[in-house]
């Protein structure tokens, strides 16, 4: 793992806060498409959902330190584009020193959280248009879970719609997450089948007064196929919960990548907490699947 200095991180937080803006003003940036036109990010937005678990350990990622040395490893091997996360995941990795010439996404709507009665109305708590431009990020994410028998669901809905249209207005692209989800035994579940997932893209792509600056990540299901023909809009894949047999899910990534309009990966947990704990092996080999060997 890569070795960080958590001391130097605690007392800015402490005593000079201000220099999180200072670093992200200064911070150098790259542009959004360059070279294969593939984007590879790595997701850290889990925790602000209350979304701790990893397979069957319910705490996995409650150790702050323990997730920043996996982000420190994944953004320094090669092939990684950037990162998405909250606010103060991002913040922590400006201090860090580890967002020069990354891809930064914000992380939108993070309300809904994991395993509350509330967890349909999935307001906008994090990041909004405004910061996101104000600290000079890449990139603005939100997930947009659509619940047709809740209806929490509408103010997501329409709150999604209005981020949508701001971020056209600055200029900002904008990955929307869609899912058709229920209630089942208390919990939310997503449908992650084929026409699912295409029901969800028709709804997304139509939030807004605009959808020139809006992308869609989108679960690897089964007839992705006939998933990236229900869109024109630039895609990413979501990478999903880190279960069953991680050399079956790197093969699913590698056959969806290869169709039109996939622009690469979205990943976090199956890949900073994988089942042998070699991070660096797992980034690598998805980073290869992305921008090849």
Do not use: C
Not at 155 to 160: F, H, S
Not at 213 to 236: C, G, I, N, Q
Request: proline content about 3%; glycine content about 10%.
């Amino acid at each position: 793992m890569t070795r960080l200095d958590f001391d130097a991180l605690r007392d800015a937080r402490a005593t000079h806060p201000e220099r999180i803006g200072e670093i992200l003003a200064g911070r150098t940036r790259r542009e959004l498409i360059r070279g294969d036109g593939r984007l590879f990010i790595v997701a850290a937005d889990h925790r602000a959902r209350g979304a701790l678990g990893v397979r069957n350990d319910a705490t996995a990622m409650a150790n702050r330190y323990d997730l920043l040395e996996g982000l420190a490893t994944a953004l320094t091997r090669p092939g990684v584009d950037g990162v998405l996360g909250t606010p103060d995941i991002i913040d922590d990795l400006a201090l860090l020193g580890l967002l020069d010439d990354k891809i930064v996404v914000g992380s939108m709507n993070r309300g809904g959280l994991w395993g509350s009665s509330f967890e349909m109305d999935d307001r906008y708590t994090a990041f909004d248009v405004d910061r996101i431009k104000r600290d000079r990020l890449d990139f603005a994410k939100n997930l947009l879970r659509i619940n047709l028998e809740d209806a929490g669901s509408l103010a997501t809905l329409e709150a999604t719609a209005l981020a949508v249209s701001e971020a056209a207005a600055a200029g900002l692209p904008i990955m929307l997450e869609p899912f058709m989800s229920i209630w089942a035994d208390g919990r939310v579940k997503n449908d992650l089948s084929t026409d699912a997932v295409i029901l969800s893209i028709a709804i997304a792509e139509g939030l807004g007064n605009s959808s020139a600056y809006s992308w869609l990540k989108l679960p690897v299901v089964a007839d992705m196929e006939r998933v990236m023909a229900a869109t024109t809009l630039p895609t990413l894949l979501l990478g999903g919960d880190p279960v069953g047999d991680q050399t079956k899910t790197f093969e699913s990534w590698g056959n969806a990548l290869e169709l039109p309009g996939v622009r690469g990966l979205v990943v976090g947990r199956s890949l900073l907490y994988p089942s042998d704990g070699n991070v660096e092996a797992a980034i690598d080999r998805a980073a290869a699947l992305v921008h090849g060997a």
